[in-house]
């Protein structure tokens, strides 16, 4: 299961998209009639056409790369189980309905369906979304299978390898600064996900201290990825970046922005910036023309001299590896893994 994308870069395939993305009640959490004036009203006209160009911009000859890559991810993964995969999107195509159609196409009398959200960390509006949308379609078109999720994978050790040796290459080169840019959230996400109501952004360093609010907290998951990928990889602590891309609006998001560090780290001595998305795991509008394309022309019109990108794990062989061994777990009963 991945976030999804417009069936074309056409102003109303795209804008479509948007509609069904931004009105989602776990992205922009308002009321229904105060969201549907905001995203109807003001965003999605004012930002469908220039989403367009954007896509544009990134879009492949088989179409959107989040997709194409979630495709390609399907065919490197189904040779190595038994099991038939079939992807689904959270918003566009293909759906959630097509992919359980698919599948009991495929295996007549299939009773239990195990789904893996692409998404490392727990966030309400990713992850969560995701979930609830699954069980949504599940339930009320009465499939006649069993429905389990694969819980956020921000820790667990195979996909921390694999993502440490996606990055290490890209390490042998001189650097200044290594930039762990994770997709931004309102601030008040953290809050209202904190089933303590008193730790997420009320005590110090909320972060690094031991909470139940852990579980659903994305800054915390966010921050232990770096901290395990900077460990694994011995980057030095004064080389290591932590920020936020993909701001919407104009409330206060997780804090720092990725936009403004590109504009400030040349003006701090960081001339060689090498950049990672670690919450996506398939390259996407967010990595390849937000970070690859506008963020490097930020950084490099500020002063910066070089600007790496590492690409997501896309279809990278110990990726598919670990996603093998969370199915076959499951199969053989091992099932900490999942919800």
């Known amino acids: ?44 006209p004012f930002r469908a ?33 038994e099991e038939p995969v079939e992807i689904a999107m959270r918003y566009g195509n293909p759906t959630m309905e097509y ?14 369906v195990i789904a893996i959200p692409l998404y490392p960390h727990y966030a309400m509006s990713s992850y ?13 078109k009465k499939y006649p299978f069993s429905l389990s999720f694969i819980k956020p994978f921000y820790d667990e050790p195979h996909y921390i390898h694999a993502l440490t040796e996606s ?9 200044d600064q290594v930039l762990f840019s994770y997709h931004g959230l309102p601030q008040r996400h953290m809050t209202k996900a904190d089933p303590t109501n008193q730790h997420c952004m009320k005590v110090a360093n909320c972060c690094e201290v031991p ?39 104009r409330e206060e998001w997780l804090k720092p ?22 919450a996506f795991v398939s390259d996407c509008l967010e990595t390849l023309e937000e970070i690859a394309m506008a963020g490097k022309e930020s950084f490099l019109h500020a002063g910066g001299e070089s600007f790496t990108v590492i690409p997501c794990l896309n279809i990278q062989p110990l990726w598919v590896q670990s996603l093998v061994t969370y199915v076959k777990d499951f199969a053989e009963g091992k099932k900490e893994m999942v919800l």
């Open 1 to 44: 299961m991945n976030l999804g994308s417009p069936d074309s870069t056409e102003v109303k395939d795209v804008r479509r998209y948007l509609m069904q993305f931004l009105m989602d009640e776990r992205v922009i959490d308002y009321p229904y009639i105060l969201r549907l004036l905001l995203v109807g009203g003001i965003i999605v």
């Open 49 to 81: 056409p220039k989403s367009a160009e954007a896509y544009k911009s990134v879009w492949t000859k088989d179409g959107s790369p989040l997709v194409v890559l979630t495709k390609q991810l399907q065919q490197a993964l189904q040779p190595n189980v």
């Open 99 to 112: 992919a359980f159609d698919k599948l009991m196409e495929r295996a007549p009398g299939v009773e239990e």
């Open 128 to 140: 969560e979304t995701a979930v609830e949308h699954a069980k949504s379609v599940h339930r009320k």
């Open 167 to 175: 990055i290490r290459p890209y390490l042998q080169q001189q650097y």
């Open 211 to 249: 909470s139940p609010a852990h579980a659903t907290c994305y800054r915390h998951q966010c921050w232990t990825t770096t901290q395990l990928i900077a460990k694994n990889l011995d980057i030095p602590k004064d080389k290591i970046g932590f920020s936020f891309q993909s701001r919407l609006g």
């Open 257 to 278: 922005y990725t936009a403004l560090r590109l504009e400030e780290l040349p003006k701090e001595g960081v001339k060689k910036l090498v950049i990672l998305c670690p």
